[in-house]
């Protein structure tokens, strides 16, 4: 087969396939799943494959025709990625950047044009199109670059970032190695519509197969100036390693030229694809620039605005924790991280970035010899600092269960002047370096920043708290209200009696105002309790227990006692207990089916009495019972209760010294276990 007829057949191939991509990409289009620009892209592409692919079965294209088919093509990829980009994250590159990219697209598509017109003979310089070609395909693969770092979550647009960037990078080669011999080489253009087209059937079967995945994704940006200078150098790298390749092959290779040729083809892109892709790579050709470019490590400026980005969303209680860790492991490529919060004299797990849930995760007392360290020396723990480093001095403090936790890298404390709102533990980072007085200095910084707005949060919650309990004294001051109207009513029927008693109309009306007060007064009291202070006292508590599940013998299903300790004595109100028994196997009740199970057991556990109220109820997720459950007007039922009894039994509980534990799952059932400190009988 001659030489025309493989070029013919390899670039009508990539003709055909383009068209059919341009088909497809006007259905996306349609579906809004890409933007209208790659169309035009696509469709420019099939005609550029159908003008060479004639030029070989007796049309001439001529190399001004050429030079103009080319440019048009690149531009239109080049217009194509940019609007792609805005059109994927909502927001477009800096720009400078955008401005001068355009500005050498517009300014070879005019040069193209002008000389196709003018019919100036320079347009028949093959140099001229190397040259044009070239300076276009790097540009568009800059262009890829940003294209492909911006959108981590859209793989269809991952897909036609990768293969263009593959056809610009063959492009790339083609036009490099011209320069060397001033002429294009014919078997690299031959090649070229092969390529092309086998781009273009990867796209076909890509669009097919991904046009039901595509996700918005977020902008990310470098430091402007020297991270957008990345493509650019490579590219420059990778025309220097091919023109010398290149040369040394064509005068030493002998009969091995090809071979080699295709070998060191094949080497530089597998190179420059893992650099493209590798966030690996990615990552520590940051850190280089980052050391030997700039005077800081950290651009302060923009690190900064990046974590009161994250800090100052709209407030939402159930991902704040989530948002205080994703600002900080940002900063430093964490890829995960986890957070404790100071609760009742207790280090608590509230939340974890891509890691397990919190609770797997154990407590850690305020008073240990770890939280003294980060209290008193706002000492930053590395577990991977070298034993001669002084900031593996205090190490042998980390407890060992926070040791465990796979690829530990740090352990930050969270202060707000002199005290210790928390602590978060970050894992290493993608590319580990050692840390430095510049990264100690901007973690405390961060620490202390992420500190005070949990704990301005937390106070938030605490003022939203008392309010709630404002309006429920409001309240009841307003129910304290009718029920003086109810008495006086009755005081009224009472002072008439006497009058009045043999007369059977006053006597009708005086039951039906007691009737309708007794209603009015049972209706107020379910709604509200509020019971006066008492003095604690000594009580047995299988007695109290007895008479909470007599109270609630009424309602199915009946509960069961098991009493396997029945002299056990506590300190405490008795009104108040009965009060709280009752409320907690209530609440089991009327989470239960009539033919499920409420059990109660009363046991003694070292110098502990220990309450278990267990049913086969609905149940609570995980969330709920950590977040929720023991917030005050928070309920359940749906409009059948205000959501202030567990709140209020947690508290008395608390106030006797006790613990109050919930494990809950959904569908399956609860159990309440409360702890209460005995005394001797």
Known sequence: MQQEQITFISYFSGSILFSILSVITVYLWKTKTVHPSLFFAALTSTLWHTGIALNYQGYTLGKDNLLVLETARYTLWIVAILYTLKFTIGQQIPHKIRITILSVCSIAL??????????????????IIIWTCLLLAVTGFISVEQLYKNTENNRLVKLWSVTIGAMLIYDIYLFAYSLIFNQIDVELWQGRGAVNACAALILIIGCLLLSNTNRRSTFTISRPVAF???????????????????????????????????????????????????STIRSRVRVWVS??????????????????????????????????????ASIF????????????????????????????????????????????????????????????????????????????????????????VGFMVLTTPRHETALSWEDLDLLKAVGRQV??????????????????????NKLTAFVMHDLKNLIAQQALVVENAAKHKDNPAFVEDAIQTIDNSVARMSNLLRKLQRDEPHEPRSVELSKI????????KEHTPIPSLRLQDSDIIVNADPDNLTMIFVHI??????????NGFVDVTLSREGNNAIIVVEDNGEGMDVAFVRERLFKPFVTTKSGKGMGIGVFQTNEIINSLGGKMTVESTPEVGSTFTLSIPATLA
């Open 333 to 420: 490529n964490s890829p995960k991280g986890l957070l404790w919060i100071l609760q009742n004299g207790q280090m608590v797990p509230v939340a974890s970035l891509h890691m397990n849930d919190p609770e797997t995760y154990l407590q850690e007392p305020i008073d240990s010899p770890f939280c003294k360290a980060l209290l008193e020396h706002e000492w930053v723990f590395s577990s991977y600092a070298p034993e001669n480093k002084k900031l593996s001095d205090l190490n042998e403090l980390l407890p060992p269960w926070l040791v465990e936790i796979p690829n530990l890298w740090l352990v930050l404390p969270l202060l707000t002047e002199q005290s210790l």
């Open 110 to 127: 005019a040069g193209a044009l002008t000389l196709k017109f003018l019919d100036n003979p320079v347009s028949d310089n093959t140099n």
């Open 545 to 552: 227990l007895i008479e909470a599940t007599k109270k609630c």
């Open 228 to 278: 957008y200078t990345t493509s650019m150098s490579a590219a420059g790298g990778f025309l220097s390693l091919m023109a010398i390749s290149g040369y040394y092959v064509q005068l030493y290779g002998g009969n091995w030229g090809a071979i080699l040729q295709i070998l060191v083809l094949f080497l530089a892109l597998i190179t420059i694809a893992a650099a493209f892709i590798s």
């Open 451 to 472: 500190a005070s707005y949990l704990d301005r949060h937390q106070a938030a919650e605490h003022i939203a708290e008392s309010r709630q309990l404002d309006a429920f």
């Open 291 to 328: 050391k030997y470019f700039f005077s800081h490590k950290y651009d302060y400026r923009r690190e900064w605005l990046r974590l009161i980005n994250y800090l100052s969303r709209a407030p939402d209680a159930k991902d704040f924790h989530l948002r205080a860790i994703s600002g900080v």
């Open 585 to 594: 196997i209530k609440n089991a009740q009327e989470a239960t089916d009539k």
